[in-house]
């Protein structure tokens, strides 16, 4: 059983800064990919930021240039730093580990909101 505990998510206005943390039961490195998604009421689900094993990131175009996704593979955990924020990122965020299986955190809701 994989645990993921999302942290940091909140109201903040537009231009501003939030940064979202993950927190993995197991070793991160133990996946294939860790990312962050984000879904709006009547929406699907969308990737926003992942980090693959080898390290290497991928971003949706959206959020190219003011989203950042790390990893602190000591403390087994995944970030996004989100900066110069926009009322339309406003979302409920989850972190998603993958595998074999896909493993989902319990979300956190980013409102940006002047």
């Known amino acids: 059983q994989v645990q993921l505990v999302e942290s940091g998510g909140g109201l903040v206005q537009p231009g501003g800064s939030l940064r979202l943390s993950c927190a993995a039961s197991?070793?991160?490195?133990?996946?294939?990919?860790m990312g962050w998604y984000r879904q709006a009421p009547g929406k699907q689900r969308e990737l926003v930021a992942r980090i693959i094993r080898s390290g290497r990131t991928e971003y949706v175009d959206s959020v190219k240039g003011r989203f950042t996704i790390s990893r602190d593979n000591a403390k087994n955990t995944v970030d996004l730093q989100m900066n110069s924020l926009k009322p339309e990122d406003t979302h409920v965020y989850y972190c998603n580990a993958a595998d074999s299986g896909s493993y989902w955190g319990q979300g956190t809701q980013v409102t940006v909101s002047s």
């Open positions: 197991r070793s991160i490195l133990s996946f294939y990919a």
